[in-house]
């Protein structure tokens, strides 16, 4: 990912254009949704494709009190990078760098006995004391201790405790459908948090922070807050679901802006067929032009013949397949010039499409479509606050 930014009018072929203003105020506004808890920006990978440093750092400016990452390479890299204060992270595997986590000082995560026994082992090797956070699978069913199992891995983690080598800084859980307002699962995996840290507490365990919220639950769900609430899709400004409305219902700023320069115009005859396969045959004479980038630069293969972008002040649509490296789109007889910016998606504000817009053209998320784009696209930070 280039750090050396090149400057917002130089030509390139794609950049992404990450607005750390709008990020800052998306932690602002979250804030504000949570003000009984403290906030933190989820910036697993690389800030769901916005940058995990420069995001890191902003978001700790707007207030954001803790950090957090899904593997410990991403904690590690930002704490080598200077970012201080607290530092979270929850997917590990046999063997990982634990010894490195509690040397640099952060907050690991386990979900069961083997994750405790090789944390327990290293802070005994490292001489130190392992922040520890117990999570517990309210009902998820994906990482986290089953309800069964969570009194012996009390158990173990007070007895670590006791010996001097963990404290236990948290208990957490995460929800399966935040996303759907009125879910049944969300008050069943609410009440059973409860009882799971009502159990913890009761035996001793004092945590500092317990916490379930993700972004749907901080917008939408005051009594899931507790003491922390994990906000990652809302941060970069988009809505975790068409259901909970946009970006602009929720008052949240989309921060990525994508745009590439256009490649090639040309006219093309009546029947020409256009990128591989040929799913799409001009219906008239017409112009084509070319946008160079494609599945390489994470433009989703799904959006062939459905992606939409703005250029020359027109939406228009991939035409035929999205390549490796490129594709079409049909610009009705339009002349816009070589080099002209085609707005793949942005705000929304001057009329340019949506990660939203994507998302529903690709079929997917819009998390998937911007923490997908590739690391061939340079991001161009804007609005850092920085002096020129
Ligand atoms: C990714 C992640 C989050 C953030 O989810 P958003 O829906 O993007 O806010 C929170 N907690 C955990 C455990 C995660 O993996």
């Known amino acids: 990912m280039s750090e050396t930014a090149p400057s917002r009018t130089a030509p390139l072929r794609a950049r992404a254009e990450i607005d750390l203003d709008a990020l800052r105020a998306n932690v602002r506004t979250l804030r504000a949704l949570a003000p009984g808890a403290a906030l933190m920006a989820v910036v697993k990978s690389d800030a769901y494709g916005h940058g995990a440093v420069r995001c890191a750092r ?3 400016e707007a207030g954001a009190a803790w950090l957090g990452t899904a593997t410990p390479e991403e904690a590690l890299a930002l704490r080598a990078a200077g970012l201080p204060g607290r530092i979270m992270c929850w997917l590990w595997a046999p063997g990982g ?11 690991v995560s386990v979900s069961g006995l083997w994750a405790l026994r090789e944390v327990t ?4 090797a490292a001489g130190a004391r392992a922040r520890v956070q117990l999570k517990a699978d309210t009902g998820l069913g994906r990482n986290g201790c089953q309800p069964e ?3 012996e891995l009390v158990t173990e983690a007070l007895a670590a405790e006791a010996e001097g080598l963990v404290t236990v800084t948290g208990i957490w859980s995460h929800l399966a459908c935040a996303d759907e307002p009125g879910h049944p699962s969300i008050a069943a995996q609410l009440g059973l948090f409860r009882e799971m840290v009502t159990h913890a507490e009761g035996r001793g365990v004092r945590p500092e922070v317990r916490h379930i919220a993700n972004s749907p639950a901080t917008l939408t769900l005051p009594e899931s807050h507790f003491d922390l609430v994990r906000a990652g899709i809302a941060l970069y400004g988009i809505s975790p679901s068409p259901e909970l409305g946009s970006s602009a219902d929720l008052g949240l700023r989309p921060v990525m802006r994508l745009s590439a320069s256009l490649a090639l115009v040309k006219h093309v ?8 396969g040929h799913h799409y045959v001009t219906p008239g004479a017409t112009t084509l032009g070319l946008v160079p980038v494609g599945y390489a630069d994470g433009i989703p293969r799904h959006a062939s013949g459905t992606g939409p972008v703005l250029v020359g002040g027109k939406w228009r649509t991939v035409a035929g397949r999205v390549a490796m490296d490129q594709f079409v789109v049909d610009l009705g007889g339009d002349e816009p010039a070589v080099g002209d910016e085609v707005v793949l998606f942005g705000a929304g504000d001057d009329n340019e499409p949506t990660a939203e817009d994507w998302a529903k ?8 479509i911007v923490t997908r784009i590739g690391t061939r696209v340079p991001r161009v930070y804007v609005n850092t606050g920085e002096q020129a």
């Open 121 to 124: 082992d290293a802070a005994r």
């Open 361 to 368: 053209a690709a079929g997917t998320i819009a998390y998937e």
């Open 58 to 60: 902003a978001a700790v």
């Open 269 to 276: 005859p009546a029947g020409h067929g256009v990128s591989y």
């Open 97 to 107: 760098p634990w010894r490195e986590a509690i040397e640099a000082d952060l907050d």
């Open 149 to 151: 199992d969570w009194a």
